[in-house]
C-alpha cells in the first residue's frame, strides 16, 4: 500500500510527472532523483522561453556521457540542434552503470556558453564529478559547432553536507538564465561566475526545497 501512495500522481508538468515520492525526497534531507531535475528545468524552460537556451534532462546528459559508439551518439544528438543553441545547460550525473535507473550519488552543472566560446563546471562538491563532466563535454563539443574550452569553476560555492547538490545544479542553472537574460553586454571573461557567488549560499539552497514544493502546489492548482 506504501509504495502505491508513493507512486501517486501529483503533476503532470510538460512531459514531467511527479509523484507523492518525489515530493518526499524534496521535503527532505535527501538527496534529488532525476525528475525532480528534469521538472525544474522544464520549468525555467518556461520562464526563460528561448531558442537559444537548451535545458537537457538528466537521462540525456547521462546517456551523451555513457553511449558507446559514436554512429548512436550522432542520431541522438543531432535532433538537439546544438550548432544553433547559445547556452545549453547539462546536469552531471557520477553513475555509469547504464543497467542502474537513477544510480548515482552526485550531481554537478555544465553550462555551455557560446559567445565566450566554454563550457564551464560548477562542482558543488569541489570538482570531484570532473571526469563525468569531461565525458560529457568531449562528446558534444564537436556538435556545437565551435572550438570551445573546457573550465573547472573553482569558485563554484560548496555544499555543507551530503545531499543538497541537486538543489545547487538547479540554483546555479537559474542564475545563469538571470545572467544570460539581462539587458546590456556580457562579461566573456567572468560570465556568471559573481552573481552565482553572490546568490548561491547554503541557505538560500536550502530555502529552494520549499520553494519548489510551492511552485509544485501552485502548478497542482491550476490543471
Excluded at 510538460?14 to 531535475?37: E, H, M, Q, T
Excluded at 522544464?42 to 546528459?61: K, N, Q, R, V
Excluded at 553511449?67 to 557520477?94: G, Q, T, Y
Aim: aromatic share 12%; glycine share 4%; with cysteine.
Amino acid at each position: 500500500m506504501a509504495k502505491a501512495k508513493g507512486d501517486e500522481k501529483i503533476l503532470s508538468y510538460n512531459d514531467v510527472v511527479l509523484r507523492r515520492s518525489d515530493l518526499d525526497i524534496l521535503r527532505g534531507p535527501y538527496f534529488l532523483n532525476d525528475r525532480i531535475i528534469e521538472f525544474y528545468f522544464s520549468y525555467l524552460t518556461s520562464c526563460y522561453p528561448s531558442e537559444d537556451i537548451l535545458f537537457i534532462p538528466p537521462s540525456i546528459a547521462f546517456w551523451i556521457k555513457e553511449c558507446p559508439d559514436i554512429a548512436s551518439l550522432k542520431d541522438f544528438v543531432e535532433p538537439l540542434h546544438l550548432p544553433r543553441r547559445k547556452l545549453i545547460i547539462f546536469p552531471i550525473n557520477d553513475n555509469a552503470d547504464v543497467s542502474l535507473a537513477e544510480g548515482g550519488s552526485h550531481w554537478s552543472l555544465l553550462a555551455f556558453e557560446r559567445n565566450a566560446n566554454v563550457f564551464v563546471h560548477h562542482d558543488s562538491s569541489g570538482g570531484i564529478n570532473c571526469a563525468h563532466a569531461k565525458r560529457v563535454y568531449r562528446a558534444v563539443v564537436s556538435y556545437t559547432a565551435s572550438d570551445a574550452k573546457y573550465v573547472e569553476c573553482s569558485s563554484t560555492p560548496r555544499q555543507e553536507n551530503g545531499y543538497d547538490c541537486g538543489l545547487y545544479v538547479m540554483a546555479i542553472a537559474r542564475a545563469i538564465c538571470e545572467w544570460y537574460q539581462t539587458d546590456g553586454p556580457k562579461d566573456t571573461d567572468d560570465l556568471w561566475f559573481p552573481a552565482v557567488k553572490e546568490q548561491i549560499t547554503p541557505s538560500h539552497v536550502s530555502k529552494m526545497r520549499n520553494d519548489i514544493l510551492e511552485l509544485v502546489r501552485s502548478l497542482t492548482s491550476k490543471e
